[in-house]
């Protein structure tokens, strides 16, 4: 009874506290309103007092200053425990105000095309606060929605606000373009210009997409899945069965990765070694299984290879031994440090935890251009990407340098033989049971880098055609399975993104058809035609944010300067439309074999040799560029000409020169990035030496995280 007393006395001094609060609030919100309207009158501005939208405004006014004061209240007295609430309340109102504050910005600049340059400025800025409009009612909507999004995730203030801005930015653009701009356009042009917006439309939304990745790992204030809060026990010693998977790889590149398993810190009866050799040539197999036996390990060698990887690591669980609990997968290149499981397995003293996943980190870094570019860009995922997503419990398993608990595998129905990324389609199928994942961002093994664009390139694409075949076949379970909406969302960007290249592609293309239409006598109108600068705009932005995110996480975890970043975006670029063209094939239905990843080719190529391989390596991003630079011709021709007759040179002329510039520099990042790693190439017999000098420079074991607080 007292206890129903006590509640109930609670209760009521919340009520009253929270009440209280709630009026001063309100009472102060509309003094601030007041104020507004006693400095526009005071300036001579007429105001209709009476208008539906002063109503609102006036009305959100007082709810925002009674929502704040109640918390404010409830906190202050102690009736209420309202840190979280408080929380909520002014991010949410932050990002009101932002979406507010940027609407006004652009009011002003839009109707009186000043910039802030005297006090006058903030009066502009009031009547646009003032005098509501629907867009008004939608930026306002928008930063409150934003704003209570990233207090969810528990992000500091800097990183509300900038969030904010971006998608208030990036909604704003595509209001004006649906509704100011396309509306224009005349009907016969009108293909064109659904071209561009949709091409537009998609890449700003993935934009708004990443910069929530990236922003979520340097602005959240608290990790609640962070390791010193995992359970872990270095009692529990669990059996491990490592599942090495080779194929014609060179004997002692296989055996070194062996005799670093012999090295671990772990009791030697609570793990076995195990080889799937699927290798066909007797050259490479025949030593392998010699040492392998020679070890009492064992040594497994299937004749017929169906299912590829995934089929060989399926046909090994069944010789699997019974009391083995885990199951570790490396390639054939990568050493293990001697405490991997010992800092590892005792994660798996939670039942429910189906896997976990380290880092995958490389050794041959100096091996070319291309290996020290590459070694950064997939430094990205690991270091920022996965992070971020660990905290959702959505990350993916990444084969090598990963754990996963044997009955959750069996269970699952075993690797997916008919993927050829059996490894990150697993995930899915964990994650989709209720499984917990977890990610140990700590390296504890390296491999090989591809050192050649040839194989870079052949391993991109094999992801790039698995990650859009696990989007075809698991979408309606991304949709509809048990999975949380974070896990659902992170899982269908990793599917979308392989196709980034179909926008930059597009844009180009609309940009060199209004050239050509122009050089023909044949205008073309798009949106653009009276902002030509907004043209380019969007790829532009893409750029821009993409080095942005990239600078912020590899600033942090690996100290590279703004010159290394731009180097490591250029792979980006360099790769793309191989990604393209990959996800292309397989929506088409296009089947493709396992390929596997070649690692370096026996010597240093000629420039000439560079060159031509470069070229016949790039089809497509060279095609593309030859078409970019003649067009860019057409476009200096046409600029000389109407000098010639006008004296005048044309603003429109020069930013379309200008585009074609930027795009021509985009589509060259392929075929100089294939050049600059043939000529740059490191053999293996001078690559120990070299990186043993550059140990130094390696990526530090753990990455530094953001700072707690």
Not at 150 to 174: E, K, P
Not at 546 to 560: E, I
Request: contains cysteine; positive net charge.
């Amino acid at each position: 009874m007292s206890e129903n007393k006590i509640t109930l006395a609670r209760l009521t001094r919340a009520l009253a506290a929270a009440g209280a609060g709630g009026a001063l609030g309100a009472a102060a919100g509309l003094g601030a309103y007041a104020g507004l309207v006693l400095l526009m009158t005071s300036e001579g501005v007429s105001l209709d007092l009476f208008n539906p939208f002063t109503s609102f405004t006036r009305l959100g006014f007082m709810l925002l200053g009674a929502a704040a004061g109640a918390a404010v209240a409830g906190e202050v007295t102690g009736a209420i425990r309202a840190r979280r609430v408080i929380e909520f309340a002014l991010g949410t109102i932050a990002g009101g105000l932002s979406g507010l504050l940027l609407y006004c910005i652009g009011y002003v600049t839009g109707n009186y095309g000043v910039l802030p340059t005297s006090w006058e400025y903030l009066l502009y800025l009031a009547e646009g606060a003032y005098s509501f409009t629907h867009i008004e009612a939608f930026c306002v909507t928008m930063g409150l929605f934003v704003g209570f999004l990233t207090v969810t995730y528990r992000w500091r203030f800097y990183g509300t606000l900038t969030y904010v801005s971006l998608v208030a930015v990036v909604s704003g653009y595509l209001v004006y373009t649906f509704t100011i701009t396309l509306p224009t356009v005349p009907r016969a042009h009108l293909p064109l210009s659904l071209v561009l917006v949709v091409a537009e439309t998609a890449s700003l939304l993935m934009v708004t997409l990443y910069a929530f990745y990236a922003l979520d790992v340097f602005v959240r204030k608290g990790w609640s899945r962070a390791l010193d809060k995992v359970p872990f026990s270095r009692y529990y010693l669990p059996k491990v069965a490592f599942h090495v998977t080779c194929f014609n790889e060179p004997p002692e590149l296989v055996i070194e990765s062996l005799q670093a398993l012999e090295r671990l810190d772990y009791p030697k009866d609570r793990y076995v070694v195990m080889v799937l050799d699927d290798s066909t040539d007797p050259a490479s197999s025949g030593p392998i299984e010699a040492y392998v036996r020679s070890k009492g390990w064992t040594y497994l060698h299937r004749k017929d290879r169906r299912g590829y990887k995934a089929g060989a690591l399926n046909n090994a669980l069944k010789y699997t031994p019974q009391d083995v609990e885990l199951v570790s997968v490396l390639d054939a290149d990568f050493r293990v440090e001697p405490e991997y499981l010992k800092e590892t397995v005792g994660y798996f003293i939670n039942p429910n935890l189906g896997f976990i996943q380290t880092p995958q980190d490389y050794r041959n870094k100096h091996q070319s251009f291309l290996t020290e570019q590459y070694y950064y860009a997939d430094a990205y995922f690991y270091r920022a990407m996965l992070v971020s997503r660990n905290e959702e419990n959505a990350i993916i398993f990444c084969g090598t340098m990963g754990l996963i608990r044997k009955r959750v595998l069996e269970g699952v129905g075993g690797w997916g033989e008919e993927f050829i990324t059996e490894d990150a389609e697993l995930s899915i199928r964990v994650l989709a049971e209720g499984y917990d994942s977890l990610y140990v961002n700590k390296t504890y093994g390296r491999g090989l880098i591809p050192s050649t664009f040839e194989a870079y390139k052949k391993q991109h694409y094999r992801w790039a055609f698995g990650g859009v075949m696990i989007l075809k076949r698991h979408f309606t379970k991304l949709l509809f399975s048990r999975l949380t909406f974070r896990q659902k969302l992170d899982f269908l960007v990793s599917g979308v993104h392989w196709f980034d290249g179909i926008y930059v592609i597009s844009i180009a293309a609309v940009l060199c058809t209004i050239v050509i239409g122009e050089a023909l006598g044949v205008p073309l109108a798009t949106y653009h035609s009276r902002e030509i600068w907004l043209m380019g705009l969007v790829p532009f932005f893409l750029m821009l944010d993409g080095v942005t995110r990239l600078h912020m996480a590899l600033k942090r975890s690996m100290n590279l300067r703004l010159s290394g970043t731009v180097k490591v975006m250029g792979m980006w670029f360099a790769i793309k439309f191989n990604h393209m063209s990959a996800a292309l094939k397989c929506m088409s239905g296009v089947k493709i074999p396992f390929v596997r990843t070649p690692k370096a080719p026996d010597a240093r190529l000629n420039r000439r040799q560079a060159l031509l391989r470069a070229i016949r390596l790039t089809r497509l991003e060279t095609g593309l560029l030859t078409m970019i630079l003649a067009t860019a011709g057409v476009s200096v021709w046409m600029l000389w000409e109407r000098y010639d007759l006008t004296g005048k040179i044309y603003l429109t002329h020069l930013l379309l020169l200008f585009w074609l510039a930027y795009y021509a520099l985009l589509f060259s990042a392929a075929p100089l990035y294939a050049y600059k790693a043939y000529t740059t190439f490191v053999p293996d017999e001078e690559l120990e030496p070299k990186f043993k000098r550059h140990a130094l420079d390696a990526a530090p074991a753990v990455a530094p995280m953001p700072p707690m607080k």
